[in-house]
C-alpha cells in the first residue's frame, strides 16, 4: 500500500526556518518524481515545488523561489523541503504528493503556522 | 503564474448532473494533454479523479468524467450523490515542471 506522512509542521516565527519531511513506502520511490503542494486556511490549493525521481531537477514556484529548497534522499525514502525566512502568508497545510495518474497519492498533510 | 479559473460553487439535485468548468490559457489547459481534477472533503487531503484530461483512476466511479476544449476543461459527475458533496480542485500542467490549480468549485448536494 502505497503510504506518504508528512512531519516537522510546527509554530514559527516570521524571518525563522522549518524543514518538512516527507517519508514514503508502498512503492519505488526514487522512480517517482514528488511535488509539494499547501493550502492555506479556508483557502484553495496551490503547487510550491516539484523534484525529479533523481533528485536533479527542481523547480519551485515563484511564491517561494530562493526562499524554500525541496530535496530527497532516494535510499531514507524520504522528501524534503527547506523553508527559510517565512513569512505569515506561509501559513498552510503542506502536502506531499506523488507524480503518476495526476497527483496520484498525497500524504494527510502537516500545518506551518507562521506567527509572532 | 495566474489559477485557473473555475466557478466558486455548483449545486444540484440527487441523480441530476453537475459540470465543472476549469478555464487557463494556451500555457497551461490549452498547452498540454495534462489536467487533473482532485476531489477534496473538509480536513482530508485532496483525493484524484481525473487525470490526464479523462482518465479515471481504478476505484472511481464512472459518474466522474472529464474533457477539454480549447483553454477550457470540465469535470462532469452525472447520476449526483450525496457523498459526492466536496470541494473539487483543477490542475493543469504549464511548463517547465509548473503545476498551476484552480481557485476550486464547492459541490452542494440538494
Known amino acids: 500500500e502505497v503510504q506518504l506522512v508528512e512531519s516537522g509542521g510546527d509554530l514559527v516565527q516570521p524571518g525563522g526556518s522549518l524543514r518538512l519531511s516527507c517519508t514514503a513506502s508502498?512503492?519505488?520511490?526514487?522512480?517517482?518524481?514528488m511535488v509539494w503542494v499547501r493550502q492555506a486556511p479556508g483557502k484553495g490549493l496551490e503547487w510550491i515545488s516539484y523534484?525529479?525521481?533523481?533528485?536533479?531537477?527542481?523547480y519551485s514556484a515563484d511564491s517561494v523561489k530562493g526562499r524554500f529548497t525541496i530535496s530527497r534522499d532516494n535510499a531514507k525514502n524520504s522528501l524534503y523541503l527547506q523553508m527559510n525566512s517565512l513569512r505569515v502568508d506561509d501559513t498552510a497545510v503542506y502536502y506531499c504528493?506523488?507524480?503518476?495518474?495526476?497527483?496520484?497519492?498525497w500524504g494527510q498533510g502537516t500545518l506551518v503556522t507562521v506567527s509572532s | 503564474q495566474s489559477a485557473l479559473t473555475q466557478p466558486r460553487s455548483v449545486s444540484g439535485s440527487p441523480g441530476q448532473s453537475v459540470a465543472i468548468s476549469c478555464t487557463g490559457t494556451s500555457s497551461d489547459v490549452g498547452g498540454y494533454n495534462y489536467v487533473s481534477w482532485y476531489q477534496q472533503y473538509p480536513g482530508k487531503a485532496p483525493k484524484v479523479v481525473i487525470y490526464?484530461?479523462?482518465e479515471r483512476p481504478s476505484g472511481v466511479p464512472d459518474r466522474f468524467s472529464g474533457s477539454k476544449s480549447g483553454n477550457t476543461a470540465s469535470l462532469t459527475i452525472a447520476g449526483l450523490q450525496a457523498e459526492d458533496e466536496a470541494d473539487y480542485y483543477c490542475c493543469s500542467y504549464a511548463g517547465r515542471f509548473k503545476l498551476v490549480f484552480g481557485g476550486g468549485t464547492k459541490v452542494t448536494v440538494l
Open positions: 490526464d484530461v479523462s
Open positions: 504528493a506523488r507524480n503518476g495518474g495526476g497527483l496520484g497519492y
Open positions: 508502498g512503492f519505488s520511490f526514487s522512480n517517482y518524481e
Open positions: 523534484i525529479s525521481g533523481s533528485g536533479d531537477s527542481i
